[in-house]
């Protein structure tokens, strides 16, 4: 019988290269934008079948302001247009979902969005789903130290946004980077690059990501038990 495979209890995506996609195909990077959305709750929905825990997904950062006026519009108003959408259908999925990054720059629209989708899934017991919008992790990273009185470790932990480590990192479209991600809770994940674009990355692209992930070797600085000298 196949030996059972180990799921990571949270895994994190930099969903890049909705643009290249649509690039490809002769077609505007919004809509690029608008499959890499919907790939998001596939990829999402399945991971939670495959009963993962947690997972982070990057969906706009800090420094994706600095993109084209009507790009930065797209990506704050298409949230808006698609979960609205769906909502009935997220909100009775087991899923529960948090926003994790600023609430100070977007609209009030998108916080009215957001607070209504951590209301009404936050009762569920199934996969927790960090949409790291508007998210960077220097901008995290300060405002946990911000909050610090007794200045440990842990203190520390709990006041950053996303508070469980990070077991496996995937980043798709082929770039080999972190982009200001993550960066305290990805201190020991395992990290997977593809160079399949985000809105071609299959429920099977996912899939290959967690077997690799299992064929390495964790040791948290350690050395194997066998390799111990009697
Ligand atoms: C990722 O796709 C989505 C966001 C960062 C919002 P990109 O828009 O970065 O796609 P490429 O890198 O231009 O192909
Ligand atoms: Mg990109």
Same mark, same amino acid.
């Given at each position: 019988m196949a030996k059972e495979l180990v799921i990571p209890y949270h895994v994190a995506i930099i969903a890049d290269g909705n643009g290249r996609w649509a690039k490809r195909r002769k077609l505007p990077r919004s809509t690029g934008h608008y499959f890499g959305g919907m790939n998001i709750a596939k990829i999402v929905s399945y991971a939670n079948d495959l009963n993962v825990k947690e997972m982070t997904v990057f969906?706009?950062?800090?420094?994706?302001?600095?993109?084209?006026k009507d790009e930065v519009d797209y990506l704050m108003s298409a949230p808006l247009d698609i979960v609205k959408k769906h909502i009935d259908k997220i909100t009775t999925s087991n899923i529960k979902i948090k926003f994790v990054g600023r609430r100070t720059k977007i609209s009030n629209d998108l916080i009215a969005l957001i607070n209504e989708l951590e209301l009404k899934t +936050?009762?569920?017991? !199934?996969l927790l789903l960090?949409?790291?919008? *508007?998210? !960077?992790a220097y901008d995290e990273i300060i405002n946990a130290i911000t909050l610090m +009185? *007794? +200045?440990?470790i842990e203190e520390f932990e709990k006041n950053l946004m996303v508070k469980t480590p990070v077991d496996l990192l995937i980043r798709t479209s082929g770039e080999t980077r972190i982009s200001n991600f993550l960066l305290w809770q990805i201190s020991y994940a395992e990290i997977y690059f593809t160079k399949k674009h985000w809105p071609a990355f299959s429920k099977r692209d996912f899939l290959k990501a967690i077997k690799i992930y299992n064929k390495k070797d964790r040791r948290f600085g350690k050395i194997k038990e066998k390799e111990k000298e009697k």
């Open positions: 969906t706009f950062s800090t420094e994706n302001w600095n993109r084209p +936050k009762n569920n017991s !199934g960090n949409v790291a919008f *508007d998210y !960077g +009185k *007794d +200045k440990t």
